[in-house]
């Protein structure tokens, strides 16, 4: 460990390791290059929306906060310190991050064959076989859970206070399942509210659980953080403003998370909700999804389709017009075994179109226009479908889970 911190040396602690700033650097590049080649191709804020490139630069830049400024260095000295950083990059860098959609960026950063290729990749075999069967809300919260509470049993704690590998380690362990958490609940394919809303209170109850322990104890738990006197707080004291961190700040985050999806589920869900009646609405439905939870039936694939407002029975009967079963599989429209394009089976619960855009309702009737709008290396022909068949196409195909 490296001498103590001094109050005077704050201002000057800003550290520049390239092993934490070129990673971030390029994070940050390559969010940008994917952005303008998406944006120059399907169309200024279609794909990423404004507010998600926002999401990732306010993830982006608390991330490079919280691991360059001299909040790190004062780390290594206040245990308090290290909590706020830890909590930064779990509960605020890490879901503003998921927000941002970076691997959407990140695809659309490559030359169009290797995105072709990563995208039918991440698409099929058994690798994505296994991510799909991994990728659940209950086991992104395990991951989560163990990580928070294995990394402050106090032995490994001191041993990566005792050593930058192991600190390293530590980082990104946190970093890595706290993304996985967020992004299992917020874009998982097995996206539900109900269940991340309840993942989020079980969050807050287990972390609550682990702050009151760090604050409550009678006794210093971490012996490396022997020397706080010069910040005005005994060894305890740091404890126990560490665990209040834990306990109040970081739970409210997830809270504050757990609203903000009751809020959308409930604009999605009822698209005519007056806003006045929205807020109150939400805090007993906030209650009411603690019991129900258990029986919560994917609501977001049901409001894609309420979204595009299509007439799906429509939508059905004249797919065979535009020859979509000559190359696609379409359950429920006859005569079809045609291998060209991707069965279209399940199509409403995929998280991407083609392997490339969010699956949106509007990426959706623009794939269905246009696609070589969308991706100009596509086999896909542009069919020359109208706007209305198109709604309706789109609705029926969000049928098909
Ligand atoms: C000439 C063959 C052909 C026709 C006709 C065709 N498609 Fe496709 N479609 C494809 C191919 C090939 C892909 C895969 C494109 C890719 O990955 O770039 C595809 C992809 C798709 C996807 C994305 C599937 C996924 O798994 O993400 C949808 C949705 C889709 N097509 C809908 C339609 C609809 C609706 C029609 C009729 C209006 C239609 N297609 C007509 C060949 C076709």
Redesign the pocket.
Same mark, same amino acid.
């Given at each position: 460990m490296s001498e103590a911190l001094l109050p005077g040396q704050l201002a000057r602690a800003w550290s520049a390791d390239p092993a934490i700033a070129g990673p971030l650097a390029l994070a940050a590049a390559l969010y940008a290059r994917g952005t303008v080649v998406l944006w120059a191709r399907a169309g200024t804020a279609h794909g990423l929306r404004r507010r998600d490139v926002l999401a990732f630069a306010a993830g982006w830049t608390v991330l490079a906060l919280a691991l360059l400024s001299p909040l790190h260095e004062l780390s290594e000295t206040l245990f308090s310190a290290h909590m706020v950083q830890h909590e930064l990059l779990m509960a605020v860098a890490a879901p503003l991050i998921v927000l941002g959609r970076p691997l959407v960026a990140f695809l659309w950063s490559m030359p169009a064959s290797w995105r !072709?290729r990563a995208? !039918?990749a991440a $698409?099929s075999g058994r690798p994505a076989a296994a991510w799909r069967a991994l990728a659940r809300p209950s086991v992104a919260w395990l991951a989560y859970a163990l990580a928070t509470w294995g990394w402050h049993a106090p032995r490994l704690y001191d041993a990566a206070l005792a050593s930058a590998p192991i600190h390293a380690l530590q980082h990104a362990t946190f970093l890595a399942t706290a993304l996985f958490f967020w992004w299992a609940l917020l874009h998982g394919a097995r996206h539900r509210y109900g269940a991340a809303v309840l993942y989020l209170f079980a969050t807050a109850v287990h972390t609550t659980a682990l702050g009151a322990i760090l604050a409550l104890s009678a006794r210093p738990l971490y012996p490396a953080y022997a020397s706080t006197a010069a910040w005005g707080l005994s060894p305890l004291e740091d404890q126990q403003l560490a665990g209040l961190i834990m306990w109040v700040p970081a739970c409210l985050a997830y809270l504050v998370a757990a609203l903000a999806l009751m809020l959308a589920w409930m604009r999605e869900g009822d698209r005519r909700l007056p806003r006045a009646v929205a807020a109150p609405a939400s805090l007993a439905a906030l209650l009411l999804v603690v019991l129900l939870a258990g029986c919560d039936r994917e609501p977001a694939e049901r409001s894609r389709r309420e979204l595009v407002d299509g007439n799906a029975e429509r939508g059905r009967e004249i797919?065979p017009a535009? $020859?979509?079963? #000559?190359?696609?599989s *379409?359950p429920g429209v006859r005569g079809t075994d045609?291998r =060209? $394009? &991707? &069965?279209?089976a399940g *199509?409403g619960s !995929?998280s991407?179109?083609? $392997? =490339?855009l969010p699956?949106q309702p509007d990426n959706?009737i623009r794939?269905?226009r246009d &696609?070589q709008a969308v @991706?100009s290396?596509?086999? !896909? &022909?542009n069919?020359g =479908?109208s706007a209305r @068949? #198109?709604r309706d *196409?789109?609705g029926y195909?969000y049928t098909l889970r």
């Open positions: !072709r995208a !039918r $698409g797919m535009y $020859g979509c079963n #000559a190359c696609h *379409i045609a =060209v $394009g &991707p &069965p279209l *199509i !995929r991407f179109i083609a $392997g =490339v699956n959706m794939w269905i &696609p @991706d290396l596509t086999a !896909r &022909p069919l =479908v @068949d #198109a *196409i789109a195909l």
